[in-house]
């Protein structure tokens, strides 16, 4: 079905336009050096922090547009809607739900940090103890889903 193949067309071009994206984003922040001090953070925890809650709101933006084409597909019948999600059921495509699983939690966990610092602002004085202990939390909450999410996506893999 044609409009299938565009839908699913434009969900490809969603993943990997939003992975350039945030590919460039982070390039350009392996850039400041000790020598080019960040904008806003002057680097550390703090610019990366920065950079990767504007690339994981990037890649949750991305795919929720995505998402709310596929799933309008809907309306137009049954098969057009199973036909477009079929790339989701691909092994292959696993890694790039990780990839989005871990955006969403990263991103929740960064921005609580930040609602934080906006209702008591003198937590922001020890925003890097603030950073490692939301890095934690993130990795306590998303280590797990992604072992269980990458083995299914291994076991279904010519390699499985």
């Known amino acids: 079905m044609l409009a299938a193949k565009l839908i699913e067309g434009l969900v490809f071009v969603l993943t990997v336009g939003s992975g350039l994206v ?24 703090g610019q990366w922090s920065w950079v990767a809650h504007r690339v994981t709101g ?6 929720l547009f995505g998402h709310i084409v596929d799933t309008f597909g809907v309306g137009f019948g049954p098969e057009l809607y199973d036909e477009t999600i079929s790339l989701y059921q691909q092994w292959w495509f696993k890694p790039f739900e990780v990839a989005l699983v871990a955006a969403v939690v ?9 609602i934080l610092f906006d209702f008591w602002p003198h937590l922001a004085l020890k925003q890097k103890l603030f950073a490692k202990i939301q890095l934690a939390a993130f990795a306590i909450a998303f280590l797990p889903a992604a072992f269980f999410m990458l083995r299914s996506a291994l076991e ?5």
């Open 106 to 114: 990263y991103h929740a966990f960064n921005g609580l940090r930040i």
């Open 58 to 63: 990037i890649l949750v933006v991305a795919f």
């Open 22 to 45: 945030a590919t460039l984003l982070l390039v350009d922040l392996l850039r400041v050096g000790k020598g080019r001090q960040g904008v806003a953070y002057k680097g550390g925890i």
């Open 156 to 160: 279904e893999s010519p390699l499985g």
